[in-house]
Every structure is written in structure tokens, then in C-alpha cells.
């Protein structure tokens, strides 16, 4: 699996910007890649002014995302505002090349922002099947909770989408590790640059992680288009070798 890390800064509320600056970088990308992901909100910038950014699945942004994918020949990921039922979501979108879109809504709403106060939390966690791999679709704050993000299903790699501050970037560096680490399997993060409408910097540090807690590609600070590959069955056989995963505990989530 090749993926194509976009690590960005981010037009604060302007859709038409954002699209362009990461059409730009898309394009940019030469090489035949399999996947293509964006940070959190990467049409807006983490915003809690819902109810004037939010699009629908039917929206402009949906289309430019189905338009690329066919175009490159890639799934492209990353989450967006969304407007459902009058609800507002934190959508990771998942599209194929096909235009096929599967997706995952936040579940755990970041508080001390009061994203809770303004988006609806989602329930389910969401594996795609791509390409034959598992992927586990996360976003951000989700990657402080290790329960939800446990490797019971066998999947493949783990992607968490972030506009994750630099005061906080020492926790995000150990948790990608240690989700990397725990649950066997790769694990790749996209975050964000930039300073943002609230004055809070992000300094990137997007990343991709094997399932033994290697760098495949270190923290990086600069923007720009990282490609990693990613080898499955060199995962599959350390997996068979080291069968951590059998041991894992039971539980259950209640929602």
C-alpha cells in the first residue's frame, strides 16, 4: 500500500481556498499512490461555527473529493463538517476511486474546545476494506482512547486525521507509537500546520508507524507531500510470529 501524507496548513472557514491549496498538492503527486489523506477538518480548520461551514454529502466538497479520486486512481480520506438530519458531524470520509464513499463520525467530542456542545458524537467504529487491507478510520481526540481503537478486528492499519496542537505534540508522537505498538499494526497520522483563528500553533509532526513502533516516516514539521509504503505481509508474519493479539482482552464498548 502507498500513501501519500498531505500535511498542510489550513484556510480558517474558507472552503473554496482549501479545496484549491490541496487540488494543488493532489496534483503534485506523481507517483501511482493508493491512498491519499488529509488532515482533520481540512476544508475549514477546527471550527465550532457549524452551522455556517457545514456542507452535505450531496455538497460541493463531496464532489471535488469523488472528481480527484477517480482522477488519480486513489481512495482519499480526511474529515469535514457535515450536516445530516440537523445534526453536525465530524465526518472522516473514506472515498473510493469507484466514487463509493464510506465514512466515520468523531466519536469521542474534544470538551475543553466544546466540540461536544456543537457536533453530534458518532457510534460506531468504522473499518474499510480496501485494496485488501483493514483500515481503522480515527479522528484526532480518539487517539487518547486505546479501548475504542483496540485491534479486535483484525485490521491492518489505523489512520488518525488531526488538528492536534504543538503544545500538545509530545503526547501525540507517544500515543501514535503506542497505538502502533499494542494493536500490531501500522499506523499512519495526518495533522495539520499552522496557526489557527483560536491562536493555538500546530507544528504537523504527521507520521507513519509500524507495528513494532519504527518510524517508517519520522515526525515532520515542514509542508509538504510524504509517500510511504507499506509492506502487509511482513506485518501478517511478525503477527504470526509474535500473537500478541490473542491474548487481548474482552470487552464491551457501551455507547
Not at 38 to 45: H, I, K, Q, V
Not at 101 to 110: A, E, N, P, V
Not at 233 to 242: D, F, G, S, V, Y
Request: charged share 25%.
Amino acid at each position: 500500500m502507498k500513501i501519500a501524507l498531505i500535511q498542510s496548513d489550513l484556510y480558517w472557514e474558507d472552503i473554496a481556498k482549501n479545496r484549491n491549496n490541496f487540488e494543488s498538492k493532489i496534483n503534485q503527486i506523481d507517483s501511482e499512490v493508493n491512498l491519499i489523506v488529509l488532515p482533520e477538518m481540512f476544508s475549514t480548520g477546527f471550527t465550532m461555527n457549524a452551522v455556517e461551514v457545514a456542507e452535505t454529502m450531496e455538497g460541493e466538497t463531496i464532489l471535488w473529493i469523488k472528481t480527484l479520486a477517480k482522477q488519480k486512481n486513489a481512495a482519499i480520506t480526511g474529515s469535514l463538517i457535515i450536516k445530516e438530519n440537523n445534526q453536525y458531524y465530524n465526518r472522516m470520509l473514506f472515498i473510493f476511486p469507484s466514487g463509493e464513499i464510506q465514512y466515520y463520525d468523531k466519536r469521542h467530542l474534544f470538551t475543553l474546545a466544546g466540540e461536544d456542545q456543537t457536533y453530534t458524537s458518532g457510534t460506531e467504529k468504522v473499518i474499510v476494506d480496501y485494496l485488501g487491507w483493514k483500515i481503522c478510520l480515527q479522528i484526532c481526540y480518539d487517539l487518547r482512547f486505546p479501548v475504542f481503537a483496540r485491534n479486535i478486528e483484525n485490521y491492518d492499519l489505523l489512520i488518525y486525521v488531526a488538528n492536534w496542537p504543538k503544545v500538545r505534540t509530545n503526547a501525540w508522537d507517544i500515543l501514535l507509537k503506542a497505538r502502533a505498538v499494542e494493536n500490531l499494526s501500522y499506523v499512519v497520522g495526518v495533522n495539520r500546520l499552522g496557526l489557527d483563528a483560536n491562536d493555538y500553533e500546530h507544528i504537523g509532526h504527521s507520521q507513519a508507524v509500524d507495528y513494532l513502533g519504527h518510524y517508517i516516516l519520522e515526525p515532520q514539521e515542514t509542508q509538504n507531500i510524504f509517500v510511504v509504503e507499506l509492506d502487509k505481509n511482513i506485518m501478517l508474519e511478525t503477527r504470526k510470529k509474535l500473537d500478541f493479539l490473542s491474548d487481548k482482552d474482552a470487552f464491551e464498548i457501551k455507547i
